[in-house]
């Protein structure tokens, strides 16, 4: 169903309109690629890229200030160690990510610069879903009876 989604989208790019990508969610972080990967099946890597930046910020209304590397505009930025115009799953390959002036790295978000500092625990990592025992791991499960 996707390269349906994504023909249709490129239809209307073509057509003067714009497109955009966006997750719901669920995964959050590889959401946004998927999305890309999906929009690549019907258009060409840089157009695929245009459509997640460009295209998006003019969906926020915020086309003036970010979407794009322009003078006076916002720039956070993610360097990747390989290049998406090769093959548009690399934009996962992350090396680096620039927000509001701090470096982090890509694998373990720790801030590399102005100030290294360890990211620490992983705010969205459920300990519990990560045991391999039957102990409950949720209000259902204890609820049962299940200990």
């Given at each position: 169903m996707f390269p349906f989604i994504a023909m249709g989208m490129a239809d209307v790019i073509e057509y003067g309109g714009f497109g955009a990508i966006g997750s719901h969610g669920q995964h959050h972080g590889i959401g946004s690629h998927w999305e890309m990967w999906m929009v690549?099946?019907?258009?060409?890597?840089?157009?695929?890229?245009?459509?997640?930046?460009?295209?998006?910020?003019?969906?926020?209304?915020?086309?003036?200030?970010?979407?794009?590397?322009?003078?006076?505009?916002?720039?956070?930025?993610?360097?990747?160690?390989?290049?998406?115009?090769?093959?548009?799953?690399?934009?996962?390959?992350?090396?680096?990510?620039?927000?509001?002036?701090?470096?982090?790295?890509?694998?373990?978000?720790?801030?590399?610069?102005?100030v290294p500092r360890a990211y620490g625990p992983y705010p969205w990592v459920d300990e519990d879903m990560l045991r391999d025992d039957d102990r409950p791991i949720g209000w259902w499960d204890a609820r049962r009876g299940r200990r």
């Open positions: 690549a099946t019907a258009m060409s890597p840089m157009q695929t890229l245009e459509v997640a930046t460009m295209h998006g910020a003019r969906f926020l209304g915020m086309h003036e200030d970010i979407g794009s590397l322009e003078v006076g505009k916002i720039a956070d930025l993610v360097v990747l160690n390989a290049n998406p115009l090769d093959d548009i799953r690399n934009t996962a390959d992350i090396r680096y990510v620039m927000k509001a002036g701090t470096l982090y790295d890509g694998d373990t978000l720790n801030e590399l610069w102005p």
